[in-house]
Structures are given as structure tokens and as C-alpha cells.
């Protein structure tokens, strides 16, 4: 992620960085309520994040959990 594409949610930004630090793909692309998503490249699979979640914890939680899922897919 470069620049600008910090999620303004601290909780849900601090679980991109540990997606990111597990080798995963996070893009930030804004459409309608969805910020962007966390994808794991070797299986293809997608969790998409949502810029105004209704609990930024829980939202942290949800890519934490793909997180572990995908931390050694490659
Ligand atoms: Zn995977």
C-alpha cells in the first residue's frame, strides 16, 4: 500500500499492516462502502473491507481471521 491508502479506522488499518506483513495483497479500490479488500494471491480468495464499518473491531477481527487462514498459503 502506498500513501493515501490508509484505512481511517486505526483498528482495521493496523490489521491491513499484518496482512500485508504476512505476504498478503491488500488493494484499496472505493466503491460505495467497500475501502478495498485483503487477497491471498496463491488461492484467489478475497476478504472485502468496508470503509465505515459498523465495529472497527469486529472488521479488524475479519481480516485477522483471513489472515491466519491465508499466512501460509504461498
Ligand atoms: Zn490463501
Redesign the pocket.
Known amino acids: 500500500m502506498g500513501l493515501g491508502d490508509r484505512h481511517q479506522k486505526k483498528d482495521v488499518e493496523a490489521a491491513l499492516k499484518r496482512a500485508e506483513r504476512a505476504g498478503l495483497k491488500v488493494t484499496h479500490k472505493q466503491n460505495g462502502h467497500d475501502w478495498g479488500a485483503v487477497v491471498?494471491c496463491?488461492?484467489n480468495?478475497r476478504v472485502v473491507v468496508h470503509c465505515t464499518p459498523r465495529s472497527q473491531g469486529n472488521e479488524a477481527n475479519k481480516i485477522d481471521r483471513f489472515t491466519e487462514r491465508?499466512r501460509n498459503?504461498a
Request: hydrophobic share 0%; glycine share 0%.
Open positions: 491471498c496463491p488461492c480468495e491465508h498459503c
